[in-house]
């Protein structure tokens, strides 16, 4: 990696915003949006994430709404492969597929545009943020119905105490840029 995996945790983690009781009571929220601010540090996560996906021999990137439209885009553009949209219900205005699940404070329901995966793509899907992996296995199983293999999945952040990426292992390799242990 360009940026030492040690070198890279410290500048996310020393500009990442916890936002006690959010969005419910008990939740430490790992805010992002400082990150954005900065366009150095977005630039040195882009460029993580771009060596880590060019090894993956991607077809498409798919970024889950709405985190994971602030790099995803970008790490598609990088790629020179398509960017495809997982939405919130509702969201979408042609054709979708969808997906209802759990998530760590409630439940939810993701959908993709059915024209938007070719069968047999090797897909990379992209969030901010891994927790129980709740939303990641959704997305999963949303490329899967559209015929997609799923390549792995790239997160700036795995709260690796809530054990998603133990769950996402049965999909692919995940990767992060930085771990919360607690």
Request: proline residues 3%; charged residues 25%; hydrophobic residues 45%.
């Amino acid at each position: 990696m360009c940026l030492e995996r040690t070198t890279i945790e410290k500048l996310i983690k020393s500009n990442v915003r916890e936002v006690k009781d959010f969005p419910k009571a008990g939740i430490s929220f790992k805010d992002i949006t400082p990150l954005l601010l900065d366009p150095v540090v977005s630039k040195k996560i882009l460029e993580a994430l771009i060596e880590f996906a060019e090894s993956l021999e991607l077809d498409a990137i798919a970024g889950i709404d709405s985190r994971g439209f602030l790099f995803g885009p970008s790490l598609a553009r990088a790629l020179n492969i398509p960017f495809v949209l997982i939405r919130k219900k509702g969201k979408l205005p042609a054709d979708t597929v969808s997906v209802e699940y759990d998530l760590e404070y409630g439940s939810a329901c993701l959908e993709v545009h059915q024209d938007s995966i070719r069968v047999g793509s090797r897909v990379l899907i992209h969030d901010d943020l891994l927790a129980t992996g709740g939303t990641a296995i959704a997305s999963a199983q949303l490329v899967q119905q559209l015929g997609g293999e799923i390549a792995g999945f790239a997160f700036i952040i795995d709260l690796s105490f809530l054990e998603g990426s133990r769950k996402l292992a049965k999909f692919g390799q995940t990767f992060s840029l930085a771990e919360y242990q607690d």
